[in-house]
């Protein structure tokens, strides 16, 4: 996990509070651009793992990680993956069919709901 502002794992003083699962390595307080490329190159990782991606440089390290082999778990807002395909940043990912799946969280009243997309 590249937890760059410390939400997924919940660290504190290096150690996560919340639970990600005990072969899980955590990397936080570092921009996920640098800390996807320092996995990329010191964990040999089969997964990374990301929150909200926005940023060029996020979208870039991603592509790399991608091209790697390695699969990869993210967060992007949007309203659905037709929306994503329609920005330049998402659209390269999903040409570089980094993402297999994505899961779509709407509210309709009656509290959330999740479904699945396929991507491919």
Do not use: W
Request: charged share 25%; aromatic share 4%.
């Amino acid at each position: 996990i590249v937890d760059e502002r410390g939400e997924i794992a919940g660290s504190y003083h290096g150690a996560p509070q919340l639970s990600v699962g005990c072969h899980t390595d955590i990397m936080d307080g570092v921009p996920k651009s640098i800390g996807i490329l320092m996995m990329l190159r010191a964990v040999n990782p089969q997964i990374i793992a990301v929150d909200e991606i926005t940023a060029r440089e996020d979208i870039l390290a991603m592509a790399q990680a991608a091209n790697c082999g390695v699969k990869l778990l993210a967060t992007i807002h949007g309203l659905d993956p037709k929306e994503l395909k329609q920005k330049p940043l998402y659209r390269k990912l999903l040409e570089l069919r980094a993402f297999e799946k994505a899961v779509v969280i709407t509210n309709d009243g009656d509290g959330r709901r999740y479904t699945v997309e396929d991507l491919l």
